[in-house]
Structures are given as C-alpha cells and as structure tokens.
C-alpha cells in the first residue's frame, strides 16, 4: 500500500515531567540571578545596623549598659576553653613543629621565636581567636536571636514601644568585641606557649634562645595590630550574627539556616578585614616586616 509523503507528521509524544523540570530549571536560573542583590541587599543591611548601633550607643538613655557584662561574662564561658586548647595544640603543630623541623636543619631553632611574632602575634592567634568567637558564641547569639524572631518577640517587642536594637543588638555588640579583645590577649600566650613546646620540649632548644629571639622581634605595633584587628573581628561577628538572627523567615529550619549563613559571612568579612587590616599595619610600619 502507497504511503502519501505529504501527509503531516503526527507530533512526538510530550513528555509528561517536561513542564515540571523546566519550570524548575527557570526557577533555579532566576534564584541564581538573584543572588548578587540578596548579598547587596544584605549587606546594606547590616551597614545600615552598625550605625544604627552606633547612633544607639551613643544617644540616652544608657540600659544597655549592665547586659554587656552579662553578655561579656557568657562569651568568656563559652569561648575560653575552645580557644585556649586551639591556640596551644594549632601552635604546637602547625607553625611549631614544621618551622620548628626546618630551623633544625640550618641549625638555628632558636630562631623560632621570632618567627612566632610574625606566626602568632600578628596572624594566627587573632585568627583562632575570631575563628573560635564566630563558631560558639556567634552562633549561639544568631540562634537566640532568629528563636526570638520565629516566636515573634521582636515584633511584640516594637509593639510595645521596646527598641529590639538597644535592648539586644547593643549589649552583645560590645560584648564580643571587648571579649574578643582578651581573648586575643590569652591566645598570643598560650600560642606562644604551643611554639616554646616544640623548640624546647622536642627539639631541644633553651628556653633562653626561644625567648631572646621572641624579645627582639616583638614590638608594639605587632601588640596593638593584633588586638586592634581581634577587636575589629569581634564587631563584625557581632554585626553579621546579629543581623541574620534578626531577619529569619522559614520558621526553626530558617533559624538553621540562618546560622550556617552567619558563620560563613562571618569568615568572609573575617578574611577581608583581615588583608586589608594587614596590609595597612605593614605599609605604616615596614620595620615590622624585618626579621632580627
């Protein structure tokens, strides 16, 4: 039998999970298209609320006053453990044994002291410190925060006339970056302490040595960087945590998310505070670069 040609081709059949898939893939072109202006709008946020702080902090009346030290008094809880057992076994290891291994085949361990101005005063203990400050203690004030959001106390809050910002935002503010502050002093000691432990406990180097090479390197820009800079990480821990504790939508699952973004964006302006920090100290003072 002839088979007229001209006759029009029956359409394919449609697949069934076409529709679902592409609408799925606009949504996820779109989501992705829209992520650099939720970062911008998030970040124009938490600008707008450090000088909302500011301004809060500096006008009457002063009630926010006693809850920094409470709120002081609970990060030291919470952090100094963590801290002290990060700094001593990161500053034994990493920076300790390995500068420690290659200073012994030139000879001079006892180098490794100055080394420890550059390794732990400027760098790693104010690292560990923020590191350790945004894990524990920041986490736990953008979860108390987005809980207190999901209940709706933060609305209740502004209904009643209550500035959520002096009353919350205010005190824990200054509480992580006074704290973050000590807590930098307490890690460049026992950071220090990690390094003394493999120059003299494994390689067999005096304490005398370790020390006079410490001595000669250490100066009082390398002090005031570091505590400066740790209380600068303290602030932005505070803001970033603060902020998205603050702004949870999705009920105890957007407070879980809520924390993972606040830890992350936490690291990140950690990171770049830190390069630009670091590179202004070492263009203000250059003798700081010199090793003796």
Known sequence: MAVDV??????APRSRTAGPRRGAADGGVRHALG???????QVAGMVLLTARVLVVSLTPPFTWVPDVIDQAYLVLQRCLVPMVFSTVFFGFSAPGLQASNFLSLLGTTDRLGAFFVM?????????????????????AICADLGARKVRDELDAMAV????????IVVPRFYALGVMTFFLNILALVFGVFGGWLSAVVVFGETTAG???????????????GSVLKTTGFGFIVAIV???KGMNVSGGSAGVGRAVNQAVVISFVGIWVFNYAFTSTLLAAFPETANLH
């Open 119 to 139: 390794a732990s005063v400027r760098e790693f203990a104010p690292w560990i410190t923020a590191m350790v400050v945004a894990g524990v203690a920041g986490t």
């Open 241 to 243: 945590c603060c902020y």
């Open 35 to 41: 992520a650099p202006v939720r970062a911008m709008e």
């Open 6 to 11: 001209r006759a029009p081709l029956s359409p």
């Open 160 to 167: 009643m006339g209550i500035d959520a910002v002096r009353t």
């Open 210 to 224: 370790f020390l006079s090479t410490f001595a000669s390197n250490f100066s009082l820009p390398d002090l005031l």
